[in-house]
Each structure stands twice: as structure tokens, then as C-alpha cells.
């Protein structure tokens, strides 16, 4: 077992998503519920859950397992008529001694005042970030499709319990995004076309996610990454 703990807080996060906005169980192929392979030579599992809400088309909380990987994943879009921020939680350790933690609210409009709220909304809840690790510089194609605000940092086992609020505030703002959040309809397709972008920018250029393939069955990994884990067709 590894240090961090992350499918613990990956099911923290799952539960305060469920409970504060209302959220529903989807329905996922069955045989991309539980996957089941090797890494480093010892068993690995990934187990990945989904729900749906009034105002949230698809959420989806991902864990992978292993004696030296813990990996938890959070996705969180919004029906497009809100015109709202993807919520993106990223944790991965390898190992035993540092871990990587990504977190982000992805902006879907560039209507200035919009935006300028969702940066004030999160500054209410995210602490300071100052002695957080070690800043990680985005790849190019996440620095694309994530905000100015986004957190990117390795951290190491003492830093933990400052990670995971700093993930928090990520949380809790989102949440607030959404339960304020106002219709749009007027924008709904734009904000359509940029949630496929995103999507799409993580299947294509993410070299990290070949870990799946390496891992798990090819074909299945494949499919899991089209269909749950950034689906090729967000749900209406």
C-alpha cells in the first residue's frame, strides 16, 4: 500500500458531490465498472463509479491500485446550458516518496465577467498554496484547457494533509459554482464544443494515461478511456 491515501479521498470527494448537489448513479458498461491487471508485477485493480444531477450531465470518480500506485481521478461537467467550469482532480503516486496533485475549475466561456466570478468563488475557498510542493509547468496541451488558477505541484508524504485541502477548495468552489449557476441557453453549444475539447485534448495528447494500456488489457483500457474515464460524447 502506498502513502497518500488518494482513493480514500477520492471517495470523500465522491460523497460530497453525491450529498451537496443531488446527484444520481449512471449506468457504466459492466465490464469497464472493474478492471483487473499487473503493475510491477503485483495485481492492480481500477474501479470507477458515475452519477448524474438537475445541473451536472456527468461525474465520475476513478481509483487505480497497486502495491506502488494510487492513482484517484474526479471529472465533474455540467449540462452545457450553465455554461460553467469542468471540474478536474488529478492524483497520482508511483512509488512511496513524492506523489502529484492536479486540481483545476476549466473554464467553458470566455465572457469576462464569468470568469472573474469563478476565480473570486475559488479564492474564497482555497487556502494559500505558497509552501504547497513543488510547482509542476503544465504540458502544452493542459495549459490550453485549464485555467490560471489550476494546481500543479509534487508533493511529498508530509504534505499530504495540505494537498487535500487545497483539492477541498477545488471541491466546495464548484459545488458553489454550480448550485448558483444561471442558464444560458444562448451559449449552450459553444459550451458543447468546448467540453468535447477537452475531452478530446486528454484522450489524444495525455501520454500519461498510456499507463492504462500498459497495465490493463489494451482493448479495455481503450475502451475505458473513450467511454468513462473523458468520454467521446458527453452525455445531453
Known amino acids: 500500500m502506498t502513502g497518500f491515501r488518494f482513493a480514500e479521498l477520492v471517495r470523500r470527494l465522491e460523497r460530497r458531490l453525491v ?3 443531488g446527484l444520481e ?11 483487473e491487471g499487473k503493475f510491477r508485477g503485483e495485481p492492480a485493480t481500477l474501479q470507477a463509479r458515475a452519477y448524474a444531477g438537475r445541473r451536472l450531465a456527468y461525474v465520475r470518480c476513478v481509483e487505480v491500485a497497486s502495491r506502488d500506485l494510487d492513482i484517484g481521478n474526479v471529472l465533474g461537467v455540467p449540462r452545457v446550458e450553465f455554461a460553467l467550469p469542468l471540474l ?3 492524483l497520482v503516486e508511483v512509488g512511496r516518496d513524492t506523489a502529484v496533485v492536479v486540481a483545476d475549475l476549466s473554464p467553458m466561456t470566455d465572457e469576462l465577467a464569468q470568469r472573474a466570478h469563478q476565480r473570486d468563488v475559488l479564492a474564497q475557498h482555497r487556502p494559500s498554496l505558497v509552501n504547497l510542493g ?3 509547468e503544465l504540458p502544452a496541451w493542459a495549459a490550453e484547457c485549464f485555467s490560471s488558477d489550476a494546481l500543479s505541484a509534487r508533493i511529498d508524504p508530509e504534505q499530504a494533509g495540505a494537498s ?7 471541491v466546495a ?16 453549444e459553444l459550451t458543447a464544443q468546448r467540453q468535447r475539447a477537452y475531452t478530446a485534448a486528454h484522450r489524444e495528447r495525455d501520454r500519461g494515461l498510456l499507463l ?9 483500457a481503450d475502451r475505458f478511456l473513450g467511454e468513462v474515464l473523458f468520454p467521446e460524447q458527453v452525455p445531453a
Do not use: K, M
Request: glycine share 4%; with cysteine; aromatic share 6%.
Open 134 to 136: 513543488t510547482a509542476i
Open 212 to 220: 492504462l494500456r500498459r497495465i490493463f488489457e489494451p482493448s479495455l
Open 19 to 21: 450529498n451537496e448537489l
Open 25 to 35: 448513479p449512471c449506468a457504466l458498461p459492466a465490464e469497464l465498472v472493474r478492471l
Open 173 to 188: 468552489a464548484f459545488i458553489q459554482l454550480v448550485r448558483d449557476g444561471v442558464p444560458s441557453p444562448a451559449r449552450a
Open 164 to 170: 487535500e485541502s487545497a483539492v477541498d477548495a477545488y
Open 88 to 90: 478536474g482532480i488529478d
